[in-house]
């Protein structure tokens, strides 16, 4: 078996700027997540963070090199790749004025299931989350726990064996929080591989088995949290984080 057999994402070489060249810069960016991996990528504001999920998505697109997802090109077999990974943003990515059932009947015919299929999600989703009693209520009623747990049933409505999660719980009460994580690490139990990113460092820490920190467009370590740890002779990830990245102000 190739090595690249066993990756869910592999990023060779990647180059990338904003026009105008206002914003971060690529420049011959690697970066590889084997199958089923629980894996984080940190860093300070405006380091790359959200710019790298974005080229991952398809959202944007790379000036050189390459990104594959499962062995498929971003950018190239736009179709195929779509279907293979979830996106739950950090905004919201649903219609405020619709119900959780009618946001998942449009997200899940988006995702290509059919009808009987989409109930079927639906209904496991709206009860894993904690959102059947609210199923035909509007959501932009909703409280923010309530909205960030339909914006990750929208992101799993098509059972994707890669999720990427940028920011899945910014802004919840420790309930939700501790609801979403459990549910993550029941769907890489399942084999889903996650893809995470957030600012909630102790949060990440029990989440994540693999870490990458990144700054200024660079990834600047890659290992387990564990061998990261040790190397630096530090504690925990925000130690590390800021042994790494320095103390100073972000903008």
């Given at each position: 078996?190739?090595?690249?057999?066993?990756?869910?994402?592999?990023?060779?070489?990647?180059?990338?700027?904003?026009?105008g060249?206002?914003?971060?810069?690529?420049s011959?960016?690697?970066?590889?997540?084997?199958?089923?991996?629980?894996?984080?990528?940190?860093?300070?504001?405006?380091?790359?963070?959200?710019?790298?999920?974005?080229?991952?998505?398809?959202l944007?697109?790379?000036?050189?090199?390459?990104?594959?997802?499962?062995?498929?090109?971003?950018?190239?077999?736009?179709?195929?790749?779509?279907?293979?990974?979830?996106?739950v943003?950090?905004?919201?990515?649903?219609?405020?004025?619709?119900?959780?059932?009618?946001?998942?009947?449009?997200?899940?015919?988006?995702?290509?299931?059919?009808?009987?299929?989409?109930?079927?999600?639906?209904?496991?989703?709206?009860?894993?989350l904690?959102?059947?009693?609210?199923?035909?209520?509007?959501?932009?009623?909703?409280?923010?726990?309530?909205?960030r747990?339909?914006?990750?049933?929208?992101?799993?409505?098509?059972?994707?064996?890669?999720?990427?999660?940028d920011?899945?719980?910014?802004?919840?009460?420790?309930q939700?929080?501790?609801?979403?994580?459990?549910?993550?690490?029941?769907?890489?139990?399942?084999g889903?591989?996650?893809?995470?990113?957030?600012?909630?460092?102790?949060?990440?820490?029990g989440?994540?088995?693999?870490?990458?920190?990144?700054?200024?467009?660079?990834?600047?370590?890659?290992?387990?949290?564990?061998?990261l740890?040790?190397?630096?002779?530090?504690?925990?990830?925000?130690?590390?984080?800021?042994?790494?990245?320095?103390?100073?102000?972000?903008?």
């Amino acid at each position: 078996m190739a090595v690249t057999d066993n990756l869910a994402v592999n990023i060779e070489n990647l180059g990338f700027h904003y026009p105008g060249n206002d914003g971060i810069t690529f420049s011959n960016l690697n970066l590889k997540v084997r199958k089923g991996e629980r894996f984080g990528l940190f860093g300070p504001n405006g380091a790359g963070k959200t710019t790298l999920l974005s080229l991952m998505t398809g959202l944007l697109s790379a000036s050189v090199g390459n990104i594959h997802l499962l062995g498929l090109d971003v950018g190239k077999q736009n179709k195929a790749v779509n279907k293979l990974f979830g996106f739950v943003p950090q905004d919201f990515s649903f219609y405020q004025e619709l119900s959780p059932v009618e946001n998942l009947e449009f997200f899940g015919a988006w995702s290509g299931l059919n009808s009987q299929q989409i109930k079927k999600r639906t209904d496991e989703l709206l009860h894993i989350l904690g959102l059947e009693a609210v199923r035909n209520k509007q959501v932009d009623k909703f409280s923010g726990g309530m909205k960030r747990r339909v914006n990750l049933a929208i992101g799993v409505i098509h059972n994707p064996a890669i999720l990427i999660l940028d920011e899945p719980t910014v802004g919840v009460d420790v309930q939700t929080r501790h609801a979403i994580i459990n549910y993550l690490m029941e769907l890489n139990k399942n084999g889903t591989t996650l893809i995470y990113t957030s600012h909630q460092l102790s949060e990440a820490e029990g989440l994540c088995e693999q870490v990458a920190l990144i700054d200024d467009g660079k990834i600047i370590v890659q290992d387990s949290l564990t061998n990261l740890l040790k190397e630096h002779h530090q504690e925990n990830l925000e130690d590390l984080f800021l042994n790494l990245t320095g103390k100073e102000y972000r903008n």
